[in-house]
Protein backbone atom coordinates (compact mmCIF):
# COMPACT_ATOMS: atom_id res chain seq x y z
CA UNK A 1 0.00 0.00 0.00
CA UNK A 2 1.37 3.44 -0.91
CA UNK A 3 1.66 6.46 1.12
CA UNK A 4 -1.48 8.60 0.27
CA UNK A 5 0.95 12.03 0.68
CA UNK A 6 4.06 10.07 -1.85
CA UNK A 7 5.41 7.45 -3.77
CA UNK A 8 6.72 5.36 -0.90
CA UNK A 9 5.01 2.28 0.97
CA UNK A 10 2.80 3.14 3.57
CA UNK A 11 3.76 2.45 7.07
CA UNK A 12 0.52 2.82 8.81
CA UNK A 13 -3.10 2.28 7.20
CA UNK A 14 -5.75 3.97 9.56
CA UNK A 15 -9.52 2.39 8.49
CA UNK A 16 -10.78 4.41 10.35
CA UNK A 17 -9.50 7.76 8.45
CA UNK A 18 -9.38 5.70 5.65
CA UNK A 19 -5.84 6.95 5.59
CA UNK A 20 -2.41 4.99 4.68
CA UNK A 21 1.13 7.43 5.43
CA UNK A 22 4.82 6.75 5.17
CA UNK A 23 6.44 7.02 8.36
CA UNK A 24 7.97 10.56 7.45
CA UNK A 25 4.15 12.09 7.17
CA UNK A 26 2.75 9.94 9.28
CA UNK A 27 4.55 11.57 12.10
CA UNK A 28 3.39 14.82 10.01
CA UNK A 29 -0.15 14.32 9.88
CA UNK A 30 0.06 13.05 13.82
CA UNK A 31 1.88 16.18 15.05
CA UNK A 32 -0.88 18.67 12.71
CA UNK A 33 -4.03 16.44 14.20
CA UNK A 34 -2.09 16.89 17.73
CA UNK A 35 -2.25 21.17 17.12
CA UNK A 36 -5.67 21.04 15.63
CA UNK A 37 -6.51 19.10 18.69
CA UNK A 38 -5.53 21.65 20.93
CA UNK A 39 -7.41 24.24 19.12
CA UNK A 40 -10.23 23.01 18.43
CA UNK A 41 -10.93 22.21 22.08
CA UNK A 42 -8.83 25.77 23.18
CA UNK A 43 -6.89 23.32 25.25
CA UNK A 44 -4.05 25.95 25.57
CA UNK A 45 -1.34 28.65 24.04
CA UNK A 46 1.83 29.06 23.26
CA UNK A 47 2.13 31.30 26.44
CA UNK A 48 1.19 29.08 28.88
CA UNK A 49 3.39 27.36 31.10
CA UNK A 50 2.07 23.82 30.76
CA UNK A 51 3.00 20.22 32.69
CA UNK A 52 2.91 16.93 31.30
CA UNK A 53 2.78 14.16 33.54
CA UNK A 54 4.81 11.40 32.21
CA UNK A 55 4.70 7.64 33.23
CA UNK A 56 7.18 6.42 30.61
CA UNK A 57 4.78 4.67 28.71
CA UNK A 58 4.24 5.42 25.16
CA UNK A 59 1.52 8.11 25.22
CA UNK A 60 3.16 10.67 27.42
CA UNK A 61 6.79 10.27 26.26
CA UNK A 62 4.86 10.82 22.51
CA UNK A 63 2.97 14.11 24.06
CA UNK A 64 5.82 15.29 25.18
CA UNK A 65 7.76 14.89 21.83
CA UNK A 66 4.79 16.10 20.29
CA UNK A 67 4.22 19.45 21.79
CA UNK A 68 8.10 19.97 21.98
CA UNK A 69 8.24 20.16 18.67
CA UNK A 70 5.39 22.36 18.32
CA UNK A 71 7.19 25.00 20.20
CA UNK A 72 5.28 24.63 23.44
CA UNK A 73 6.54 25.27 27.18
CA UNK A 74 6.41 22.27 28.45
CA UNK A 75 7.89 20.44 31.60
CA UNK A 76 7.63 17.12 32.39
CA UNK A 77 6.57 15.58 36.18
CA UNK A 78 7.34 11.92 36.56
CA UNK A 79 5.23 10.33 39.94
CA UNK A 80 7.63 7.77 41.65
CA UNK A 81 4.71 4.81 43.06
CA UNK A 82 7.64 2.38 44.05
CA UNK A 83 6.21 -0.31 42.15
CA UNK A 84 9.18 -2.50 42.35
CA UNK A 85 8.40 -5.61 43.62
CA UNK A 86 9.08 -8.78 41.44
CA UNK A 87 8.74 -6.37 38.20
CA UNK A 88 11.20 -3.02 38.82
CA UNK A 89 7.73 -1.42 36.96
CA UNK A 90 8.87 2.19 38.52
CA UNK A 91 12.05 2.17 38.44
CA UNK A 92 12.54 0.85 35.25
CA UNK A 93 9.32 3.89 33.89
CA UNK A 94 11.29 6.20 35.88
CA UNK A 95 14.82 5.55 33.67
CA UNK A 96 12.65 5.55 30.41
CA UNK A 97 11.60 9.74 31.35
CA UNK A 98 14.88 10.30 32.55
CA UNK A 99 16.54 9.33 29.38
CA UNK A 100 14.11 10.84 27.23
CA UNK A 101 14.16 14.14 28.93
CA UNK A 102 18.16 14.06 29.11
CA UNK A 103 18.27 13.95 25.43
CA UNK A 104 16.00 16.47 24.20
CA UNK A 105 17.27 18.76 27.06
CA UNK A 106 13.70 19.01 28.46
CA UNK A 107 13.33 19.60 32.85
CA UNK A 108 11.55 16.68 34.40
CA UNK A 109 10.27 16.52 38.17
CA UNK A 110 10.77 13.48 40.22
CA UNK A 111 8.13 13.18 42.80
CA UNK A 112 9.11 10.32 45.16
CA UNK A 113 5.91 8.94 46.87
CA UNK A 114 8.28 6.40 49.84
CA UNK A 115 10.27 9.37 50.37
CA UNK A 116 7.14 12.19 50.79
CA UNK A 117 5.03 9.55 52.68
CA UNK A 118 7.10 6.59 53.80
CA UNK A 119 5.86 3.46 51.93
CA UNK A 120 5.39 2.38 48.54
CA UNK A 121 2.02 2.02 46.33
CA UNK A 122 1.58 -1.47 46.71
CA UNK A 123 2.87 -1.80 50.41
CA UNK A 124 0.61 1.10 51.10
CA UNK A 125 -2.74 -0.38 49.64
CA UNK A 126 -2.04 -3.30 51.88
CA UNK A 127 -1.91 -1.41 54.95
CA UNK A 128 -4.68 0.42 54.63
CA UNK A 129 -6.81 -2.67 52.65
CA UNK A 130 -5.07 -5.48 53.80
CA UNK A 131 -4.55 -7.19 50.42
CA UNK A 132 -8.89 -6.99 49.97
CA UNK A 133 -8.50 -4.72 46.82
CA UNK A 134 -6.30 -3.78 43.76
CA UNK A 135 -4.12 -0.46 44.87
CA UNK A 136 -5.10 1.24 41.98
CA UNK A 137 -7.60 3.58 44.34
CA UNK A 138 -4.78 4.55 46.16
CA UNK A 139 -2.52 4.96 43.37
CA UNK A 140 -4.82 7.46 41.36
CA UNK A 141 -6.05 9.46 44.74
CA UNK A 142 -1.90 9.55 44.90
CA UNK A 143 -0.91 10.83 41.27
CA UNK A 144 -3.92 13.32 41.16
CA UNK A 145 -2.73 14.62 44.66
CA UNK A 146 1.16 15.45 43.06
CA UNK A 147 -0.62 16.81 39.88
CA UNK A 148 -2.50 19.20 41.10
CA UNK A 149 0.01 20.09 43.96
CA UNK A 150 3.07 20.32 41.78
CA UNK A 151 0.74 22.34 39.11
CA UNK A 152 0.20 24.73 41.24
CA UNK A 153 3.01 25.36 43.33
CA UNK A 154 4.67 25.59 40.68
CA UNK A 155 3.29 28.08 38.54
CA UNK A 156 2.08 25.85 35.83
CA UNK A 157 -1.13 26.82 33.90
CA UNK A 158 -1.61 23.29 32.34
CA UNK A 159 -1.63 19.89 33.66
CA UNK A 160 -1.72 17.26 30.33
CA UNK A 161 -2.12 13.64 30.47
CA UNK A 162 -1.42 11.39 27.72
CA UNK A 163 -4.72 9.30 27.81
CA UNK A 164 -5.66 8.28 24.47
CA UNK A 165 -9.25 7.49 22.69
CA UNK A 166 -9.10 4.20 24.16
CA UNK A 167 -7.88 4.80 27.29
CA UNK A 168 -11.35 7.62 27.79
CA UNK A 169 -13.49 4.66 25.56
CA UNK A 170 -12.87 2.55 27.67
CA UNK A 171 -13.74 4.67 30.45
CA UNK A 172 -16.76 5.50 29.18
CA UNK A 173 -18.07 2.48 28.21
CA UNK A 174 -17.88 1.52 31.97
CA UNK A 175 -19.47 4.99 33.49
CA UNK A 176 -22.06 3.67 30.89
CA UNK A 177 -22.96 0.09 31.54
CA UNK A 178 -23.45 1.47 35.20
CA UNK A 179 -25.29 4.77 33.97
CA UNK A 180 -22.67 6.62 36.74
CA UNK A 181 -23.91 10.19 36.08
CA UNK A 182 -21.17 11.96 38.17
CA UNK A 183 -18.60 10.44 36.12
CA UNK A 184 -20.19 10.97 32.95
CA UNK A 185 -20.73 14.44 33.49
CA UNK A 186 -17.45 14.96 34.43
CA UNK A 187 -15.26 13.17 31.81
CA UNK A 188 -13.96 15.58 29.14
CA UNK A 189 -10.97 16.10 27.21
CA UNK A 190 -10.85 19.29 28.99
CA UNK A 191 -11.42 20.14 33.15
CA UNK A 192 -11.42 23.73 34.22
CA UNK A 193 -9.26 24.90 36.77
CA UNK A 194 -10.52 26.25 39.85
CA UNK A 195 -10.09 29.39 41.89
CA UNK A 196 -10.33 26.68 44.94
CA UNK A 197 -6.89 25.24 44.29
CA UNK A 198 -8.13 22.93 41.01
CA UNK A 199 -5.65 22.88 37.86
CA UNK A 200 -7.10 22.64 34.66
CA UNK A 201 -6.58 19.29 33.00
CA UNK A 202 -6.24 18.80 29.43
CA UNK A 203 -5.97 15.40 27.52
CA UNK A 204 -4.31 16.29 23.57
CA UNK A 205 -4.48 12.83 22.31
CA UNK A 206 -7.68 12.08 23.17
CA UNK A 207 -8.99 11.67 19.63
CA UNK A 208 -5.71 9.32 18.55
CA UNK A 209 -6.33 5.37 19.31
CA UNK A 210 -3.75 4.15 20.81
CA UNK A 211 -2.33 2.11 17.96
CA UNK A 212 -1.85 5.97 16.46
CA UNK A 213 -0.03 7.13 19.60
CA UNK A 214 2.14 3.64 19.45
CA UNK A 215 3.40 3.87 15.87
CA UNK A 216 3.97 8.02 16.56
CA UNK A 217 6.77 6.52 19.18
CA UNK A 218 7.58 3.86 17.88
CA UNK A 219 8.52 5.77 14.43
CA UNK A 220 10.43 8.37 16.38
CA UNK A 221 12.82 6.11 17.82
CA UNK A 222 11.13 6.60 21.75
CA UNK A 223 12.43 4.06 24.32
CA UNK A 224 9.46 3.64 26.57
CA UNK A 225 8.26 1.10 29.12
CA UNK A 226 6.52 -1.74 27.20
CA UNK A 227 5.17 -3.47 30.21
CA UNK A 228 1.34 -2.48 31.63
CA UNK A 229 1.62 -1.97 35.04
CA UNK A 230 1.79 -4.92 37.17
CA UNK A 231 -1.44 -4.36 39.21
CA UNK A 232 -3.58 -3.33 36.08
CA UNK A 233 -3.54 -7.13 34.82
CA UNK A 234 -7.38 -8.16 35.13
CA UNK A 235 -8.63 -4.91 35.39
CA UNK A 236 -11.94 -4.16 34.31
CA UNK A 237 -10.76 -1.11 31.59
CA UNK A 238 -8.43 -3.75 29.85
CA UNK A 239 -11.43 -6.11 29.63
CA UNK A 240 -13.24 -3.13 27.63
CA UNK A 241 -10.56 -2.11 25.76
CA UNK A 242 -10.53 -6.21 24.26
CA UNK A 243 -14.48 -6.05 24.11
CA UNK A 244 -14.36 -2.36 22.53
CA UNK A 245 -11.61 -3.37 20.09
CA UNK A 246 -13.94 -6.54 18.96
CA UNK A 247 -16.73 -3.39 17.74
CA UNK A 248 -14.00 -1.80 16.37
CA UNK A 249 -13.21 -4.60 13.77
CA UNK A 250 -16.49 -5.12 13.08
CA UNK A 251 -17.12 -1.34 12.67
CA UNK A 252 -14.19 0.99 11.78
CA UNK A 253 -14.59 4.12 13.90
CA UNK A 254 -16.81 3.05 16.18
CA UNK A 255 -14.46 3.90 19.22
CA UNK A 256 -13.95 7.72 18.15
CA UNK A 257 -18.11 7.72 17.24
CA UNK A 258 -18.73 6.54 20.45
CA UNK A 259 -16.86 9.02 22.26
CA UNK A 260 -17.42 12.12 20.02
CA UNK A 261 -21.21 11.48 19.88
CA UNK A 262 -21.04 11.66 23.42
CA UNK A 263 -19.32 14.86 23.74
CA UNK A 264 -21.59 16.17 20.88
CA UNK A 265 -24.68 15.09 22.82
CA UNK A 266 -23.65 16.60 26.10
CA UNK A 267 -22.70 19.67 24.06
CA UNK A 268 -26.24 19.93 22.89
CA UNK A 269 -27.69 19.66 26.80
CA UNK A 270 -28.77 15.99 26.79
CA UNK A 271 -27.62 15.97 30.10
CA UNK A 272 -29.73 18.16 32.58
CA UNK A 273 -27.42 21.36 34.56
CA UNK A 274 -29.03 20.08 38.06
CA UNK A 275 -27.41 16.91 37.55
CA UNK A 276 -24.32 18.64 37.55
CA UNK A 277 -21.88 17.47 40.10
CA UNK A 278 -22.34 19.63 43.14
CA UNK A 279 -18.67 19.83 44.25
CA UNK A 280 -19.84 21.19 47.64
CA UNK A 281 -18.36 23.36 49.92
CA UNK A 282 -14.79 23.65 49.21
CA UNK A 283 -12.22 24.46 51.56
CA UNK A 284 -8.14 24.05 52.22
CA UNK A 285 -7.28 20.86 53.91
CA UNK A 286 -6.19 21.55 57.08
CA UNK A 287 -3.06 19.43 56.81
CA UNK A 288 -1.84 20.21 52.92
CA UNK A 289 -4.00 23.07 52.06
CA UNK A 290 -5.51 21.80 48.76
CA UNK A 291 -8.83 21.64 48.53
CA UNK A 292 -11.58 19.38 50.00
CA UNK A 293 -15.15 19.31 50.83
CA UNK A 294 -14.68 16.78 53.78
CA UNK A 295 -14.86 18.18 57.09
CA UNK A 296 -10.80 18.60 57.92
CA UNK A 297 -8.34 16.99 56.04
CA UNK A 298 -8.84 15.68 52.35
CA UNK A 299 -8.81 12.62 51.08
CA UNK A 300 -5.31 11.84 50.13
CA UNK A 301 -3.95 13.36 53.44
CA UNK A 302 -6.63 10.56 55.86
CA UNK A 303 -5.45 7.55 53.83
CA UNK A 304 -1.91 8.35 54.01
CA UNK A 305 -2.30 9.32 57.82
CA UNK A 306 -3.88 5.69 58.16
CA UNK A 307 -0.76 3.86 55.99
CA UNK A 308 1.32 5.81 58.81
CA UNK A 309 -0.59 4.95 62.21
CA UNK A 310 -1.07 1.55 60.66
CA UNK A 311 2.51 1.08 60.08
CA UNK A 312 3.64 2.15 62.88
CA UNK A 313 1.53 -0.03 65.16
CA UNK A 314 2.78 -2.58 63.43
CA UNK A 315 6.34 -2.50 64.46
CA UNK B 1 -28.81 -29.08 41.75
CA UNK B 2 -31.40 -28.46 43.93
CA UNK B 3 -34.73 -26.47 43.42
CA UNK B 4 -34.44 -23.78 46.41
CA UNK B 5 -38.24 -23.83 46.74
CA UNK B 6 -38.66 -28.03 47.62
CA UNK B 7 -36.35 -30.89 47.03
CA UNK B 8 -36.98 -31.83 43.64
CA UNK B 9 -33.84 -31.27 40.72
CA UNK B 10 -33.54 -27.54 39.41
CA UNK B 11 -34.72 -27.33 35.39
CA UNK B 12 -33.14 -24.13 35.37
CA UNK B 13 -30.36 -22.03 37.41
CA UNK B 14 -30.01 -18.29 36.91
CA UNK B 15 -26.88 -17.55 38.49
CA UNK B 16 -27.53 -13.35 38.07
CA UNK B 17 -30.46 -14.00 40.70
CA UNK B 18 -28.43 -16.72 42.09
CA UNK B 19 -31.85 -18.75 42.02
CA UNK B 20 -32.35 -22.57 41.03
CA UNK B 21 -35.93 -23.85 40.49
CA UNK B 22 -37.92 -26.87 39.78
CA UNK B 23 -40.05 -26.41 36.75
CA UNK B 24 -43.54 -25.61 38.87
CA UNK B 25 -41.91 -23.85 41.33
CA UNK B 26 -40.21 -21.79 37.65
CA UNK B 27 -43.62 -21.24 36.43
CA UNK B 28 -45.06 -20.36 39.91
CA UNK B 29 -41.83 -17.46 40.13
CA UNK B 30 -42.00 -16.27 36.62
CA UNK B 31 -46.00 -15.50 36.97
CA UNK B 32 -45.46 -14.21 40.32
CA UNK B 33 -42.38 -11.46 38.86
CA UNK B 34 -44.49 -10.49 36.03
CA UNK B 35 -47.14 -9.43 38.21
CA UNK B 36 -44.67 -7.70 40.17
CA UNK B 37 -43.16 -5.49 37.35
CA UNK B 38 -46.82 -4.86 36.25
CA UNK B 39 -47.70 -3.19 39.35
CA UNK B 40 -43.89 -1.51 40.07
CA UNK B 41 -44.09 0.47 36.88
CA UNK B 42 -47.53 0.90 37.15
CA UNK B 43 -48.34 -0.63 33.56
CA UNK B 44 -52.13 -1.70 33.60
CA UNK B 45 -54.45 -3.46 36.02
CA UNK B 46 -57.41 -5.59 36.19
CA UNK B 47 -60.14 -3.11 35.01
CA UNK B 48 -57.84 -2.16 31.68
CA UNK B 49 -58.61 -4.00 28.27
CA UNK B 50 -55.33 -4.86 27.03
CA UNK B 51 -54.10 -6.24 23.79
CA UNK B 52 -51.21 -7.93 22.81
CA UNK B 53 -48.95 -7.84 19.76
CA UNK B 54 -48.02 -11.37 19.05
CA UNK B 55 -45.28 -12.43 16.08
CA UNK B 56 -45.56 -16.16 17.01
CA UNK B 57 -42.53 -15.93 19.09
CA UNK B 58 -41.74 -17.01 22.09
CA UNK B 59 -41.67 -14.06 23.87
CA UNK B 60 -44.89 -12.29 23.30
CA UNK B 61 -46.76 -16.10 23.36
CA UNK B 62 -45.49 -15.98 27.00
CA UNK B 63 -46.82 -12.57 27.57
CA UNK B 64 -50.20 -13.49 26.32
CA UNK B 65 -50.15 -16.77 28.54
CA UNK B 66 -49.04 -15.24 32.24
CA UNK B 67 -51.56 -12.43 31.62
CA UNK B 68 -54.64 -14.75 30.57
CA UNK B 69 -53.30 -16.86 33.75
CA UNK B 70 -53.30 -13.80 36.09
CA UNK B 71 -56.59 -13.10 35.48
CA UNK B 72 -55.89 -10.34 33.09
CA UNK B 73 -58.82 -9.42 29.72
CA UNK B 74 -56.63 -9.22 26.81
CA UNK B 75 -56.54 -9.96 23.53
CA UNK B 76 -54.17 -11.10 20.54
CA UNK B 77 -52.93 -8.83 17.42
CA UNK B 78 -51.11 -10.90 14.90
CA UNK B 79 -49.79 -8.90 12.09
CA UNK B 80 -49.14 -10.66 8.64
CA UNK B 81 -46.01 -8.75 7.19
CA UNK B 82 -46.16 -11.54 3.72
CA UNK B 83 -43.03 -12.82 4.65
CA UNK B 84 -42.82 -15.79 2.70
CA UNK B 85 -40.47 -15.70 0.32
CA UNK B 86 -38.07 -18.81 0.62
CA UNK B 87 -39.08 -20.05 4.25
CA UNK B 88 -42.61 -19.02 5.58
CA UNK B 89 -41.94 -17.33 7.99
CA UNK B 90 -45.03 -15.36 8.19
CA UNK B 91 -47.46 -18.02 7.46
CA UNK B 92 -45.94 -20.36 9.96
CA UNK B 93 -45.62 -17.82 12.94
CA UNK B 94 -49.35 -16.88 12.01
CA UNK B 95 -50.12 -20.27 12.79
CA UNK B 96 -48.38 -20.56 15.82
CA UNK B 97 -50.33 -17.91 17.15
CA UNK B 98 -53.76 -19.14 15.96
CA UNK B 99 -53.35 -22.55 17.26
CA UNK B 100 -52.64 -21.10 20.91
CA UNK B 101 -55.17 -18.62 20.73
CA UNK B 102 -57.50 -21.60 19.93
CA UNK B 103 -56.13 -23.84 22.69
CA UNK B 104 -56.54 -21.20 25.03
CA UNK B 105 -60.12 -20.01 23.61
CA UNK B 106 -58.47 -16.54 23.38
CA UNK B 107 -59.29 -13.75 20.89
CA UNK B 108 -56.63 -13.04 17.87
CA UNK B 109 -57.54 -10.08 15.41
CA UNK B 110 -55.35 -10.85 12.32
CA UNK B 111 -54.24 -7.93 9.93
CA UNK B 112 -52.80 -8.80 6.66
CA UNK B 113 -50.66 -6.07 5.55
CA UNK B 114 -51.05 -7.52 1.35
CA UNK B 115 -54.55 -7.50 1.57
CA UNK B 116 -54.56 -3.44 3.09
CA UNK B 117 -51.87 -2.27 1.06
CA UNK B 118 -51.29 -4.61 -1.50
CA UNK B 119 -47.97 -5.52 -1.45
CA UNK B 120 -46.00 -7.60 1.36
CA UNK B 121 -43.31 -5.76 3.35
CA UNK B 122 -40.13 -7.43 1.25
CA UNK B 123 -41.55 -6.02 -1.68
CA UNK B 124 -42.70 -2.76 -0.09
CA UNK B 125 -38.98 -2.19 0.95
CA UNK B 126 -37.50 -3.40 -2.53
CA UNK B 127 -40.08 -0.97 -4.81
CA UNK B 128 -39.02 1.67 -2.09
CA UNK B 129 -35.56 0.94 -1.32
CA UNK B 130 -34.53 -0.74 -4.73
CA UNK B 131 -32.73 -3.46 -2.04
CA UNK B 132 -30.33 -0.92 -0.63
CA UNK B 133 -31.30 -1.57 3.02
CA UNK B 134 -33.32 -4.11 4.62
CA UNK B 135 -36.57 -3.90 5.02
CA UNK B 136 -36.66 -3.77 8.96
CA UNK B 137 -37.49 -0.10 8.95
CA UNK B 138 -40.78 0.02 6.71
CA UNK B 139 -41.13 -3.00 8.70
CA UNK B 140 -41.10 -1.42 11.83
CA UNK B 141 -43.22 1.62 10.70
CA UNK B 142 -45.86 -0.55 9.97
CA UNK B 143 -46.30 -2.67 12.53
CA UNK B 144 -46.23 0.48 15.01
CA UNK B 145 -48.85 1.81 12.68
CA UNK B 146 -51.32 -1.29 12.84
CA UNK B 147 -50.61 -1.43 16.74
CA UNK B 148 -51.48 1.91 17.38
CA UNK B 149 -54.52 1.99 15.12
CA UNK B 150 -56.15 -1.35 16.18
CA UNK B 151 -55.32 -0.64 19.65
CA UNK B 152 -57.24 2.77 19.51
CA UNK B 153 -60.40 1.97 16.93
CA UNK B 154 -60.85 -1.08 19.07
CA UNK B 155 -61.01 0.65 22.30
CA UNK B 156 -57.98 -1.46 23.82
CA UNK B 157 -56.51 0.81 26.91
CA UNK B 158 -53.25 -0.72 26.57
CA UNK B 159 -50.85 -2.09 23.76
CA UNK B 160 -48.32 -4.38 24.98
CA UNK B 161 -45.63 -6.24 23.31
CA UNK B 162 -43.03 -9.20 24.74
CA UNK B 163 -39.56 -7.57 24.48
CA UNK B 164 -37.73 -9.03 27.01
CA UNK B 165 -34.61 -7.59 28.58
CA UNK B 166 -32.61 -8.79 26.41
CA UNK B 167 -34.37 -7.06 23.18
CA UNK B 168 -34.24 -3.93 25.38
CA UNK B 169 -30.55 -4.00 26.28
CA UNK B 170 -29.30 -4.59 22.74
CA UNK B 171 -31.43 -1.27 21.53
CA UNK B 172 -30.24 0.82 24.53
CA UNK B 173 -26.43 -0.59 23.70
CA UNK B 174 -26.65 0.53 20.36
CA UNK B 175 -28.46 4.15 21.38
CA UNK B 176 -25.36 4.35 23.82
CA UNK B 177 -22.92 3.87 21.77
CA UNK B 178 -24.28 6.32 19.35
CA UNK B 179 -25.47 8.35 21.36
CA UNK B 180 -28.84 9.24 20.05
CA UNK B 181 -30.12 11.54 22.54
CA UNK B 182 -33.80 11.46 21.45
CA UNK B 183 -33.65 7.68 21.40
CA UNK B 184 -32.23 7.53 24.73
CA UNK B 185 -35.02 10.21 26.38
CA UNK B 186 -38.06 7.40 24.54
CA UNK B 187 -36.91 4.13 25.84
CA UNK B 188 -38.48 2.94 28.36
CA UNK B 189 -41.02 0.07 29.60
CA UNK B 190 -44.03 2.37 30.02
CA UNK B 191 -44.68 4.98 27.03
CA UNK B 192 -47.99 6.78 27.92
CA UNK B 193 -50.50 7.50 25.00
CA UNK B 194 -51.77 11.07 24.33
CA UNK B 195 -54.84 12.62 23.03
CA UNK B 196 -53.26 13.26 19.89
CA UNK B 197 -53.62 9.45 19.16
CA UNK B 198 -51.45 7.39 20.54
CA UNK B 199 -52.22 4.33 22.73
CA UNK B 200 -50.26 3.67 25.84
CA UNK B 201 -47.65 1.43 25.07
CA UNK B 202 -45.89 -1.19 27.86
CA UNK B 203 -43.24 -4.19 27.89
CA UNK B 204 -43.68 -6.21 30.93
CA UNK B 205 -41.22 -8.82 30.51
CA UNK B 206 -38.39 -5.87 29.85
CA UNK B 207 -36.81 -7.14 33.03
CA UNK B 208 -36.55 -11.07 32.14
CA UNK B 209 -33.68 -12.81 30.67
CA UNK B 210 -34.72 -13.58 26.99
CA UNK B 211 -33.45 -17.56 28.63
CA UNK B 212 -35.92 -16.63 31.05
CA UNK B 213 -38.95 -16.12 28.77
CA UNK B 214 -37.67 -19.13 26.58
CA UNK B 215 -37.53 -21.37 29.63
CA UNK B 216 -41.32 -20.53 30.58
CA UNK B 217 -42.41 -20.94 27.44
CA UNK B 218 -40.63 -24.52 26.97
CA UNK B 219 -41.87 -25.36 30.46
CA UNK B 220 -45.78 -24.64 29.79
CA UNK B 221 -45.31 -26.73 26.49
CA UNK B 222 -46.62 -23.50 24.64
CA UNK B 223 -45.45 -24.20 20.53
CA UNK B 224 -43.66 -20.95 18.71
CA UNK B 225 -41.86 -20.29 16.18
CA UNK B 226 -38.27 -20.92 16.76
CA UNK B 227 -36.52 -19.34 13.29
CA UNK B 228 -35.60 -15.62 13.56
CA UNK B 229 -37.04 -13.17 10.41
CA UNK B 230 -35.46 -14.58 7.72
CA UNK B 231 -34.19 -10.22 7.38
CA UNK B 232 -32.79 -10.02 10.91
CA UNK B 233 -29.61 -11.84 10.00
CA UNK B 234 -26.69 -9.66 10.45
CA UNK B 235 -28.71 -7.06 12.32
CA UNK B 236 -26.74 -4.94 14.50
CA UNK B 237 -29.06 -5.65 16.90
CA UNK B 238 -28.17 -9.70 17.22
CA UNK B 239 -24.37 -8.79 16.92
CA UNK B 240 -25.24 -6.33 19.81
CA UNK B 241 -26.58 -9.41 21.78
CA UNK B 242 -23.57 -11.68 21.61
CA UNK B 243 -21.70 -8.49 22.85
CA UNK B 244 -23.73 -8.33 25.51
CA UNK B 245 -23.69 -11.70 26.57
CA UNK B 246 -19.82 -11.73 26.82
CA UNK B 247 -20.18 -9.31 29.07
CA UNK B 248 -22.84 -11.04 31.22
CA UNK B 249 -20.58 -14.71 31.02
CA UNK B 250 -17.92 -12.43 32.86
CA UNK B 251 -20.12 -10.75 35.33
CA UNK B 252 -23.91 -12.34 35.97
CA UNK B 253 -26.58 -9.54 36.35
CA UNK B 254 -24.97 -6.88 33.79
CA UNK B 255 -27.52 -6.67 31.56
CA UNK B 256 -29.80 -6.12 33.97
CA UNK B 257 -27.95 -3.44 35.69
CA UNK B 258 -26.72 -1.75 32.73
CA UNK B 259 -30.67 -1.25 32.02
CA UNK B 260 -31.68 -0.62 35.75
CA UNK B 261 -29.26 2.22 36.25
CA UNK B 262 -30.26 3.48 32.94
CA UNK B 263 -33.56 4.01 33.86
CA UNK B 264 -32.56 4.82 37.95
CA UNK B 265 -30.53 7.78 36.51
CA UNK B 266 -33.26 8.78 34.28
CA UNK B 267 -35.75 8.83 37.37
CA UNK B 268 -32.89 10.51 39.12
CA UNK B 269 -32.60 13.70 36.08
CA UNK B 270 -30.20 12.54 34.40
CA UNK B 271 -31.03 14.01 31.27
CA UNK B 272 -32.07 17.61 30.86
CA UNK B 273 -35.75 18.14 30.49
CA UNK B 274 -35.61 20.51 27.82
CA UNK B 275 -33.30 17.68 25.70
CA UNK B 276 -37.08 15.75 25.86
CA UNK B 277 -38.26 15.21 22.49
CA UNK B 278 -40.04 17.87 21.32
CA UNK B 279 -42.29 16.19 19.61
CA UNK B 280 -44.04 19.39 17.91
CA UNK B 281 -47.12 19.68 16.69
CA UNK B 282 -49.43 16.69 16.25
CA UNK B 283 -52.21 16.91 14.00
CA UNK B 284 -53.92 14.27 12.19
CA UNK B 285 -52.70 12.60 9.18
CA UNK B 286 -55.08 13.55 6.14
CA UNK B 287 -54.58 10.36 4.93
CA UNK B 288 -55.56 8.20 7.85
CA UNK B 289 -56.11 10.01 10.81
CA UNK B 290 -53.53 9.17 13.18
CA UNK B 291 -51.04 11.53 14.66
CA UNK B 292 -48.30 13.15 12.46
CA UNK B 293 -46.15 16.12 12.72
CA UNK B 294 -45.37 16.44 8.98
CA UNK B 295 -47.19 18.51 6.95
CA UNK B 296 -50.42 16.32 5.62
CA UNK B 297 -49.44 12.88 5.15
CA UNK B 298 -48.23 10.50 7.96
CA UNK B 299 -44.64 8.35 7.43
CA UNK B 300 -46.77 5.47 6.98
CA UNK B 301 -48.87 6.42 4.21
CA UNK B 302 -46.46 8.80 2.71
CA UNK B 303 -44.40 5.20 2.17
CA UNK B 304 -46.77 2.84 1.18
CA UNK B 305 -48.04 5.40 -1.28
CA UNK B 306 -44.52 5.53 -2.48
CA UNK B 307 -45.13 1.63 -2.64
CA UNK B 308 -48.18 1.87 -4.88
CA UNK B 309 -47.03 4.53 -6.96
CA UNK B 310 -43.53 2.65 -7.99
CA UNK B 311 -45.46 -0.74 -8.32
CA UNK B 312 -47.82 0.77 -10.76
CA UNK B 313 -45.57 2.58 -13.04
CA UNK B 314 -43.43 -0.70 -13.22
CA UNK B 315 -46.90 -2.53 -14.40
Same mark, same amino acid.
Given at each position: ?????C?R?A??? !?????L?????H??EW? /??? /??R????YQ?????????V??S?????L?????????G???D $???I? =?????? @??????? !??K??????????????????????A?I?E?A??T?????????I? $??????F !?N??????????L? @????L?D???V????????Q???LL??SP???G?A???????????R????? @???Y??LR???Y?????? #?A? $?AKTI?Y???????? /?K????????Y??F =??????G???PEA #?I???D? #????N?G?P? /?A?Q?C???R?W?????TK?? =??
Amino acid at each position: MKCRKCTRSAVIN !MRQHKLALCSEHYIEWF /TFQ /TQRFIQEYQMFDLNNRLLVAVSGGKDSLALWDVLHHLGYQVD $GLYIN =LGINHK @TSYSLLS !MQKAQTFAHAQNLDLSIVDVVKEEGAAIPEAANLTLRGRTKPCSIC $GITKRYF !MNRIGLDHGYDVLL @TGHNLDDEVAVLFGNTLNWQSGYLLRQSPVLEGSAEGFIRKVKPFFRFYERE @TAAYTFLRGIDYIQDECP #HAI $GAKTIYYKEVLNQLE /TKRPGLKLNFYLSF =LKAKAEGLFSPEA #HIKIGDL #HPCENCGQPT /TAPQFCTYCRMWEQVRSTKSS =LV
